[in-house]
C-alpha cells in the first residue's frame, strides 16, 4: 500500500466516510479486516461499523469462529478458509461458507452459508493477513498495549483464561510479525482511546 493510503483514524465518522468514499476492489463486495492483539477493541469496532454502515448488508465473520481450537487456530487451514470459502466467493457475488468451530466440544460444527453482503467485515486475528489483502479494501489495525488487552480480555472471559491468553499473545505476536500486519495497516486506531 502507499504511505499516502494509510490513515490514523480518530473516530467512526472517519472509517465510515473512508469506507462509502473509497473505490473498492469488487463490485459485488466491499471487504475490511480489522486485526490486532487480543483485547483490543476488534469486535466493538465491528459491531460499531455494522450498527453504522448505510452502505446495505452486513455480514461479520469472527475469526474466533473459525480457528480450530488454540494450537490450530493461525495456520494454513485459517488462510484456506478465508481466501476460498469466504473472500473469494463474497467478492464474485457468491454465496459464502464456512464451518464455525464449537469450543465446548472442540469440534466444527455444519456449514453455515450467507448471501454475499455489500459489506464484509473480518473480525479478528490473522483476518488481517498477507492473503486476504488481496481481497480487502482496507485494513483496520487497532493498537492496544498487550497488558492492557490481556486484562480486558480476562474480564471479559475470565481469570481462568489467563495461561491459555498469554501463550496466545505470543502466538499473535508472532502471526503478526511474520505477515507485517501493522506496518500494512490502511486505517490505525488506539484501541487505549477509540473503543
Not at 473469494?88 to 469450543?103: E, H, I, M, N, S
Request: aromatic share 8%.
Amino acid at each position: 500500500m502507499a504511505e499516502d493510503k494509510k490513515v490514523t483514524s480518530t473516530s467512526l465518522e472517519e472509517i465510515l466516510e473512508r469506507l462509502n468514499a473509497e473505490a473498492r476492489k469488487s463490485p459485488f463486495s466491499r471487504a475490511i479486516s480489522i486485526d490486532g492483539p487480543a483485547g483490543s477493541g476488534k469486535t466493538t469496532l465491528a459491531r460499531r461499523i455494522s450498527e453504522n454502515y448505510k452502505g446495505g448488508p452486513v455480514l461479520t465473520v469472527h475469526m474466533d469462529d473459525l480457528y480450530n481450537g488454540w494450537e490450530d487456530a493461525l495456520t494454513s487451514q485459517l488462510t484456506r478458509t478465508l481466501v476460498n470459502q469466504i473472500l473469494t466467493p463474497a467478492t464474485q457475488g457468491k454465496a459464502l461458507g464456512f464451518r464455525k468451530y464449537d469450543w465446548l466440544n472442540k469440534s466444527f460444527g455444519e456449514l453455515i452459508s450467507h448471501p454475499a453482503p455489500n459489506l464484509l467485515i473480518l473480525e479478528g486475528v490473522g483476518s488481517g493477513q498477507k492473503a486476504t489483502r488481496a481481497f480487502t479494501d482496507e485494513l483496520i489495525w487497532i493498537d492496544i498495549d498487550l497488558e492492557v488487552g490481556l486484562q480486558r480480555v480476562l474480564r471479559r472471559d475470565g481469570d481462568y483464561l489467563e495461561t491459555e491468553m498469554r501463550i496466545w499473545q505470543i502466538r499473535e505476536q508472532e502471526h503478526f510479525k511474520s505477515e507485517n500486519t501493522r506496518d500494512c495497516a490502511t486505517i490505525r486506531v488506539d484501541g487505549n482511546f477509540f473503543i
